[in-house]
C-alpha cells in the first residue's frame, strides 16, 4: 500500500507541475495538455480506489492513519480536476466570444438586414410590464397605508369608548353611593318616624289618664 500511496503522490505533484503549462500553452496545443493532465487524473482516481481497498484490509491499529492519508489525496486529486474544469470552462467562453467577435466583425450589413433591427415589440412588453409592477407596488402601498389609516381610526374609537366606558363607571360608583345615602336617610326618616309615633300615643295615654 505504501508504495502505491508513494506513486499516487507523486502523480498529483506531476499534474499540478502540468497545470502551469495550461496557462502557458497556445491554442494549438491546450488540447493536448489537457488531454494528458485529464489523463493522468483518471489514472489517480483508478490508484485511489485500490487504495481504498488497501485500507480497509490494513491492522486496526493503522486503519484510521490509512484513510486519513488516502482522504488527502482524494481531496487534492478533486480539486486538480475542478481546476481542470475550470480553466476549460474559461477557455470555451473565451474562444466562444472571440468566434463571435470575429462573425461580427466579418459580416456585412445590408439597409434591410432583418438581423439589424431592434426588438421594439419586445422592449415595449418589457416597459409595460415595468409599468405594471410599479402599478402594483403604489396599488400595494396605498393598500398598507388605506390598513393603517384604518387601524389608526379604529384606536382612536377604541380610546373614545374606553372613556365612555370609564366615564359610566364613575357615574355608576357616584350613583350606588348616592342610593346608599338615600337608603340610609330613609331608614333613618322611618326610625324617626316610628319614634315620634311611640312618642306620640304615650303623650295621648298620659294625657288621657290624667284628664279622667
Do not use: W
Amino acid at each position: 500500500m505504501d508504495a502505491l500511496y508513494h506513486q499516487t503522490n507523486k502523480q498529483i505533484h506531476e499534474v499540478q507541475t502540468h497545470m502551469g503549462r495550461l496557462e502557458k500553452a497556445d491554442q494549438q496545443s491546450v488540447h493536448l495538455v489537457e488531454n494528458e493532465i485529464q489523463a493522468r487524473i483518471d489514472q489517480i482516481f483508478s490508484n485511489l480506489e485500490r487504495l481504498e481497498i488497501l485500507t480497509s484490509k490494513e491492522p486496526p491499529n493503522r486503519r484510521q492513519n490509512a484513510k486519513l492519508r488516502v482522504d488527502q489525496l482524494k481531496y487534492d486529486c478533486q480539486h486538480l480536476q475542478t481546476a481542470l474544469k475550470n480553466f476549460q470552462h474559461r477557455r470555451y467562453t473565451r474562444e466562444q466570444q472571440d468566434r463571435e467577435r470575429e462573425e461580427l466583425l466579418s459580416r456585412t450589413f445590408t439597409t434591410n438586414d432583418a438581423d439589424t433591427s431592434i426588438a421594439i415589440d419586445e422592449t415595449l412588453q418589457f416597459n409595460t410590464s415595468l409599468h405594471n409592477a410599479h402599478r402594483g407596488m403604489d396599488d400595494l402601498l396605498g393598500s398598507g397605508s388605506s390598513v393603517l389609516n384604518g387601524l389608526r381610526e379604529q384606536r382612536m374609537t377604541l380610546k373614545g369608548a374606553q372613556k365612555k366606558v370609564l366615564d359610566v363607571a364613575n357615574m355608576l360608583g357616584m350613583s350606588n353611593t348616592v342610593m346608599r345615602l338615600i337608603e340610609k336617610r330613609a331608614f333613618q326618616d322611618k326610625f324617626i318616624m316610628i319614634s315620634g309615633m311611640v312618642v306620640t300615643c304615650l303623650v295621648m295615654i298620659l294625657v288621657i289618664k290624667y284628664l279622667t
